[in-house]
């Protein structure tokens, strides 16, 4: 799974990027993260992203309920406000298909 979460540096883009690094770094730590890296948008650098993999959602929303990343929510909530959560899609792969998951 693939998540890209973007955000706006505002008048301050170090300490967006000083914020994302850590962000990052306690991220890497969590079990079932595979990869991950922080960019800037070539022809807007004032738009960034904060990209990462996951063996699953689950660990990924594991990730984010942790303590430490909980302190960090200030700069995740300034994350633009739009869907984040990808799957991976190869060659001939089963895609998830949206529908209820109450019974």
Do not use: C
């Amino acid at each position: 799974m693939l998540v890209v979460n973007r955000f706006r540096a505002g008048a301050d883009p170090a300490s967006l990027r000083a914020d994302l690094e850590l962000v990052h770094g306690l991220l890497a730590g969590k079990p079932g993260y595979v990869a991950g890296w922080i960019g800037r948008n070539l022809d807007d650098p004032d738009l960034w992203t904060l990209t990462t993999r996951w063996e699953n959602v689950g660990a990924y929303r594991r990730a984010l309920s942790s303590y430490e990343l909980k302190l960090q929510m200030p700069v995740l909530m300034r994350a633009i406000d739009e869907p984040s959560a990808y799957e991976v899609v190869e060659p001939n792969a089963v895609l998830n298909v949206a529908e209820p998951r109450v019974t």
